[in-house]
């Protein structure tokens, strides 16, 4: 009896302590995941449904005027301003992460063909322009882009810009601020990805006749696809809803998402707007990774990539 008592006993006390140290491990992190993203998303999406008051401050009652001047819809009718800025901001995230792919690709490919003292300085180098403030990287964009500048004269000589107007602002200088910003977030995947390359898939490919593209589309590509699909989140996302890069090298041309957000709680004064934005980020936050998801796990063989 006090044998058969004892083992409830010692296992129960197991129990209480690894929910003890499950406990102080998992606290902290949910705690500031509660803190810094469920409560104020939670306020956002209160807010969104609520109208805008007279200096531009959410009151009740509730309603859904947000939503209809987010697609649109205002008193003087209908205006498809709001849905350009969304493409806008889908066509400039496509667009930047297409290239920061294409980009990333040689060169973490390059890192990984180094020796190995070299990797680590190399990847040094990818990173360290992060480091600085992503305002000061814009302002240097635009000197470099500005009218008069030697990029700037190169482009007026081959006629892709026009006469002392220079590449900053535009489109163009919007979409090289983002590669150039997001570049560092696909590199390191993938070469985590390149440096495990079973070469020997390579080299069956090759050796089989297939040209390069065959063999890096079969043998390259489907063992560093969970490297990609996880520099395309950590690129599309924040691109998605980029603030600083379109506000000073689109020198407000090229307004995205973002822009429309921090306008309405600043300039405009309309939070529930505002807000309703906000969700709109959110919403095709969870589509993007939920498509990413299923494209992973329709490539990876039908093994599902974890992102």
């Known amino acids: 009896m006090s044998y058969s008592g004892a083992v409830p006993t010692a296992r129960s006390r197991a129990m209480v302590r690894e929910t003890r140290h499950l406990l102080f491990t998992v606290a902290p992190g949910a705690f500031w995941i509660f803190i810094f993203l469920v409560l104020p998303s939670a306020y956002l999406m209160g807010v ?23 697609a649109g819809v205002g008193f003087l009718g209908w205006s498809p301003g709001n849905l350009y800025t969304l493409l806008r901001s889908l066509w400039q995230t496509l667009v930047s992460t297409v290239l920061v792919v294409i980009v990333a690709y040689p060169v973490a490919y390059y890192i990984t063909t180094c020796r190995e003292k070299w990797r680590p300085v190399l990847l040094l180098l990818v990173v360290v322009p992060s480091w600085t403030n992503q305002v000061i990287r814009a302002f240097g964009w635009m000197n470099l882009l500005a009218p008069e500048t030697p990029l700037s004269s190169l482009a007026e000589s081959i006629g892709l810009v026009a006469p002392n107007m220079g590449l900053y602002p535009s489109n163009f200088a919007v979409t090289l601020g983002l590669v150039y910003n997001f570049l560092p977030f696909m590199v390191l995947p993938l070469y985590a990805a390149l440096e495990k390359l079973d ?9 089989l006749y297939a040209s390069p593209v065959r063999a890096f589309w079969h ?5 560093t696809l969970p490297g990609l699909l996880a520099g395309t989140v950590l690129v599309a996302i924040p691109a998605f809803g980029m603030y600083v890069i379109p506000e000073l090298l689109g020198g407000g041309k090229g307004m995205m998402l973002g822009n ?25 936050t969870f589509i993007g990774l939920f498509a990413m998801r299923r494209i992973g796990k329709r490539l990876g063989g039908g093994e599902e990539v974890v992102i």
């Open 48 to 70: 969104a449904f609520m109208t805008n008051g007279p200096y531009g401050l959410p009151q009740m009652p509730l309603s859904l005027d947000a939503f209809e001047r987010l």
């Open 199 to 207: 070469t020997a898939q390579v080299q069956a490919a090759q050796d």
């Open 219 to 223: 043998a390259v590509f489907p063992q």
């Open 260 to 284: 429309l957000v921090a306008n309405q709680f600043a300039g405009s004064s309309n939070w529930p707007l505002g807000a309703a934005g906000a969700i709109l980020m959110l919403i095709a």
